[in-house]
């Protein structure tokens, strides 16, 4: 954890003892944050990446070991990542490839926009636009889809994902699988980021689903189950006046679609829920977990570590408990205004809890041994480097 600040910022290794012996963390992680926002930039701190998408296709035996000392913690796979903004122009896909290459990810989901904005409103970013109506859209998903095959890239492991579904009214969600398997058949892999409840959208029109409607996706829920796509759900737990209020959306999922990978979203945080007793969100996620071996969450989007970094021990310590079913990713939205800055600070942000995650946790989370097992890819995770004295 040392390794990536300046010598003269280095929290000694007694700091470091003492903390571990102590059974928390906090302390240590609220000192690297501190040091890193005001005296140095983590960003130009990471070191280069060292592996190659192909290597990761070598059995963990013939890899050479991962060496936390010197090499990033920020991860292999971005499992939330938006490579098309709410609307207007995006950032080219070459120049994303480079960004990639630069942070060493090398496995990307291509999700879509839940719900796009309207094309002649001129708005990039939905909260800059209240009362502009964003609808699901297959837009995104074509989009994406076309330059996956115009641009390919050997040292890149894109999966397309459908994003079109609207979970309030899912009536033809089956028809428009059926015309995505014509125009690029074998090549939508995921669904998601599709928005249960998103109160951010709800100055945009977004319509939540309902119990009712979410008793109606059985037909398109069967078809994911029976190709093993997962389907990242964006579904608020609730906000800060009532913590809980939509919880009962998500356990109807649940309850319902059993058998279907279903990947919750920012562990159902948001920019309307900052100030939860952190305890109790873990509890409810551990009783989710529990209840349903196929549910994983994804701890992705900036929220969760503005909202909580303060209380990195109880985190750190859920994560490393339930490491086989969290997946990293930055929720980065591609718009034409942002640079190569602005994502490798967004997947920076996102990453500073890996730092402190034990070595398995690390493997499965950072290293990707959680997204190729869930996707059935033929990639491994390298073996963790055992730690010197």
Known sequence: MTAFLKPSQQLSLRTVARALAGGSLLTLLAGCVALQETTDDPVAALPKPQRDLASFALPPEQQA?????SETYTPVVDAHFH???FGGAAIPPQELFGYFDQLGVRFVNYFGIGQILEM??????????????AMPSIKNDFVNGMEA??????????????????????????????????????????????NVVKQ?????????ATLESIDAWAPFMAILQERNIPVTLHSDLGNDANPTEFLYLMDHILETYPENPIVWAHMGLSKELTTMDPNRH????????????????DISWDVLFNAYHQWGDIFVDFFNAYSSRILPGSDFVAADAKE?????????????ALR???????????????????????YHAPMVCAASE
């Open 83 to 85: 490579p098309r903004p």
């Open 356 to 378: 402190a995650l034990d070595d398995t946790a690390f493997r499965n989370i950072a290293l990707g041994e959680n997204y190729f097992r869930l996707m059935k890819l033929d």
């Open 65 to 69: 070991c991962f060496d936390r000392s």
């Open 200 to 208: 951010a959208l709800l100055g945009n029109l977004h319509e939540p």
């Open 149 to 194: 095959v115009a641009y390919p890239n050997d040292n890149l492991n894109i999966v397309l994902s459908m994003t079109f579904m609207d979970l309030a009214h899912p009536e033809n969600v089956v028809e428009t699988i059926e015309l995505y398997d014509r125009e690029y058949p074998g090549m939508f892999a995921w669904a998601g980021e599709l």
């Open 282 to 297: 873990v509890a409810l996620m551990k009783e989710r977990l529990d209840a349903y071996p196929n549910l994983m969450l």
């Open 120 to 133: 002649d409103s001129g708005c990039t970013y939905y909260l800059d636009c209240p009362g502009v109506r």
């Open 340 to 352: 190569y800055a602005n994502y490798a600070k967004e997947l920076e942000v996102t990453s500073r």
